[in-house]
């Protein structure tokens, strides 16, 4: 096919990246489609990232109300929104200096958001207390994060070990800031678990070419859509104990909990309970967002990180490194409130606070049951003529896949080879929505028939 014959060239000569190969070639193809051009789809469905509205998730009518008020608030007199909607909006534009969400806040977040998401934590983690003193609402608190922790003007450079599969863009963070980049595997076969083992051998290997000083936890799991148990969970913070590495764990999704075996336990609540010499000494920072989860918007950028177990001086550091921008969003500010704080039952907006639906895995297709998040992370079984085909071309199969089915279907799906994964195994990562179900389907019966 020419248009793969083109795309190969360019990143055989290094003009493109994998991502940018995808995303330019699903962009031509929609232009395409919106000059009139005839295919068997009518529309690309991108299905790469986990920007839920783009791929046509409606946004929760409650949050947009309030949002909506709180930028416009002549509508607060407008019959037509819920009391609790009024309310809330009511509520927040009194925390706005000037009562707008146009002036500046504290650059630690609003002080009664930060009341109201310690105590999100304190019920999320059954009465577990956390400090408003601890939560600093900032986007990009990851990068933060990793500025206090790494060291990059010393000899031995900071190591943090990141789990494979993991998503491109913390690496990308790390590789930025300096980072000695120390992989650990996840085992497919047991449903992408977290082995201490794996995390030994990896923590060994990275000690002798740099100084590990982080660990990095994505729970439930992108993109693999694992959730850790309890125990793992223990397991993990007592080798961080022992090896005294800071915990940075990413628990955006953890509102997004789907197996009935399964339940979401914070690193924290697991930390607060074992006992005095561990729980008070095991440094931790947890991260989540509305980005991510139920809600999705991810153009609000909204987010917060708890501090746990950090010295004062060091959290003092840190209090500075996140006062060094200016305030967080407002409206993000806002959309936290709102996430850690929803309608609940007998409130009027209640009945419109909806969830968003999932799929089982896909019909042949290896693939790990889907226990959390909004990613699956199949794998995918070539036949030697598709991975000889890809080689020729200088591609990795699952990259060829993934162009076959964006030019054959109009589907938009990320390969694994940007997330990393053992050698010889493919993947494609993509978001959930019924509606491509079926042509992933009839793509992948077709495809695999074709290279057999």
């Known amino acids: 096919m020419s248009f793969l014959k083109e795309i190969s060239q360019l990143v055989k000569n290094n003009f493109l990246s994998g991502i940018d190969v995808l995303s330019r070639h699903a962009a031509q193809i929609s232009a395409e489609i919106q000059q009139g051009e005839r295919r068997n789809y009518n529309e690309v469905l991108d299905l790469s990232s986990g920007d839920l509205h783009r791929g046509g998730i409606k946004p929760i009518t409650f949050v947009r109300q309030v949002l909506a008020a709180c930028l416009y608030p002549a509508l607060l007199e407008d019959d037509s929104l819920p009391l609790d909607v009024k309310q809330r909006a009511e509520s927040l534009l009194r925390e706005c200096d000037g009562g707008s969400v146009g002036s500046y806040t504290d650059s630690s977040g609003i002080a009664k958001i930060k009341h109201c998401v310690s105590q999100y934590i304190t019920r999320r983690d059954g009465g ?25 003007k010393d000899s031995c450079q900071t190591g943090v070990l990141i789990p494979v599969p993991t998503y491109a863009s913390f690496t990308l963070a790390l590789e930025e800031q300096g980072a000695a980049i120390i992989p650990y595997h996840l085992c497919e076969e047991q449903g992408w678990t977290l082995q201490v083992e794996e995390l030994r051998k990896a923590l060994h290997t990275g000690r002798k070419t740099c100084n590990p000083v982080a660990l990095y936890i994505c729970n439930p799991g992108n993109p693999t859509g694992h959730i850790q148990s309890r125990k793992s969970i223990e397991e993990v913070i007592r080798f961080a104990a022992e090896e005294r590495l800071f915990i940075l764990a990413d628990e955006v999704y953890q509102s997004c909990v789907y197996a009935d075996d399964t339940e979401f336990y914070s690193y924290k609540k697991v930390l607060s309970e074992m006992g005095s010499t561990i729980s008070s000494t095991v440094e931790l920072a947890s991260f989540n967002s509305v980005s991510k989860g139920f809600m999705g918007e991810c153009g609000l950028r909204g987010g917060y990180v708890e501090l746990v177990n950090l010295d004062p001086a060091v959290k003092e550091y840190a209090r500075r490194l996140f006062s060094t921008r200016s305030c967080p969003p407002v409206v993000g500010q806002m959309a936290l409130d709102l996430m850690a704080n929803p309608p609940r039952p007998g409130d009027p907006s209640f009945p419109t606070f909806s969830e968003v639906s999932v799929f089982a895995e896909l019909p042949g297709i290896s693939c790990q049951p889907l226990k959390a998040g909004f990613f699956v992370f199949p794998c995918l079984h070539f036949p030697p003529k598709a991975i000889k085909w890809a080689k020729k071309r200088q591609m990795e199969p699952d990259m060829l896949y993934c162009l076959h089915l964006l030019e054959e279907t109009g589907l938009h799906v990320r390969p694994g080879c940007e997330y990393g994964q053992r050698k010889d195994s493919h993947h494609i990562r993509f978001n959930i929505m019924e509606d491509a179900l079926q042509r992933l389907k009839t793509f992948h019966t077709r495809f695999m028939k074709e290279f057999s």
Do not use: A, E
């Not at 577990?128 to 990059?152: A, C, E, H, W, Y």
């Open 128 to 152: 577990v207390p956390s400090s408003p003193d601890n939560i600093f609402i900032k986007s990009g608190s990851q990068t933060i994060m990793l500025k206090l922790l790494i060291r990059s």
